[in-house]
């Protein structure tokens, strides 16, 4: 009865807001399209993007703008439900936003150590992050290398990582990409169970060690077949939680000498049907399938707990990314037969 009473605002609320995602007929609909200002009338007539997309200057309808307004109808969204919930659901909203962090902070380091002459253009997520995060972007748009950059991460729970990091003296963007990458899934397995109890604990162990694990799986694949690492270099990459999988099949797959073998190896662990290798799918979409089934599933089993908000923010996050991906192809003109192997749909 707790959670029930705790959380029927809430879900209520998540329910309303996911009946307004768009359908599989309006991404249909959005493929046929020739332009990205046709695209732009659709969205505006007909979804809930009017709110972010009906102001917007038609000598700005260009795909960098678009997409900035589509994460920060994210942000919005974030927003609405932070409002709905409890202080016990605040604490794992905030947890949760780490993963916005470390996207902001590799987008920085993308652009200081590349060097791109184009400003940070973090105006649009300033609002959000100002309110709910420990980032202050106003100090990182000033930052033009990557010691400014850093040293205006202090007082963050980012710093004494990326530090360590820069004082080694050799690091590269992907280094940095993977170490805050390795922080994150590390101080999330920890944090929950700060704020986590009972099932909502349970629940949180095996969605996070779950994507643990098929990030690892996804990891040594990519490395074995496109940049034939040896073992000692993939396990670098691996991010160091165990979750349901041996350390013995861990080792079995990243010493593995051919993709056969292991392929043979990931046959043994409980992910091998969600990982079939001759589907004529990206591993990135087997991964993404196999979350939407995870999270739905969690939800449908536990309604009025915190995986009706897990659920919610995946949905609206995966929406965001093939809206994205669907705007730059009618940009390019691609086919819709093209657009849904792009977007892991199926031909009509």
């Avoid at 609206?316 to 192809?329: A, D, R």
Wanted: aromatic fraction near 14%.
């Amino acid at each position: 009865m707790g959670n029930l009473l705790a959380y029927s605002g809430i879900v209520t609320k998540l329910r309303a807001m996911e009946a307004k995602l768009l359908t599989k007929e309006q991404f249909d609909e959005i493929m046929l399209m020739s332009s990205v200002p046709e695209v732009v009338s659709y969205l505006i007539q007909n979804t809930v993007y009017r709110e972010i997309l009906e102001n917007l200057e038609p000598s700005l309808v260009h795909r960098g703008n678009i997409e900035k307004l589509l994460e920060l109808s994210l942000y919005h969204d974030y927003t609405k439900i932070y409002r709905f919930c409890t202080l016990e659901q605040r604490k794992f909203l905030k947890l949760y936003l780490k993963r916005y962090e470390v996207e902001l902070i590799n987008y920085c380091l993308r652009i200081v150590i590349n060097h791109y002459q184009e400003p940070f253009d973090l105006n649009h997520k300033k609002a959000f992050f100002d309110r709910y995060s420990q980032i202050s972007i106003e100090k990182l748009v000033h930052a033009r290398t990557t010691d400014e950059l850093i040293e205006n991460l202090k007082g963050t729970e980012y710093y004494e990582t990326l530090k360590k990091l820069r004082d080694s003296g050799k690091a590269t963007l992907f280094d940095y990409d993977l170490a805050l990458n390795l922080y994150y899934f590390v101080s999330m397995w920890k944090d929950h169970k700060k704020i986590l109890k009972d099932k909502e604990l349970e629940l949180f162990a095996r969605d996070y060690g779950t994507q643990i694990n098929m990030l690892n799986i996804q990891w040594i694949y990519r490395a074995k077949k496109y940049f034939s690492l040896s073992p000692p270099d993939i396990y670098a990459l691996l991010i160091p939680i165990q979750y349901k999988i041996s350390t013995g099949l861990v080792k079995e797959m990243v010493e593995a000498p051919t993709l056969e073998e292991f392929q043979n190896a990931v046959q043994k662990t409980s992910y091998a049907r969600h990982y079939d290798f001759g589907q004529n799918l990206t591993v990135e979409k087997m991964y993404a399938d196999y979350l939407y089934y995870l999270y739905t599933t969690d939800r449908r089993r536990n309604p009025y707990s915190i995986a009706s908000i897990n659920t919610y923010l995946f949905m609206k996050e995966e929406e965001i990314k093939k809206l994205t991906t669907v705007i730059e192809c009618v940009r390019y003109g691609v086919s819709s037969d093209e657009i849904m192997e792009y977007t892991g749909g199926q031909k009509k």
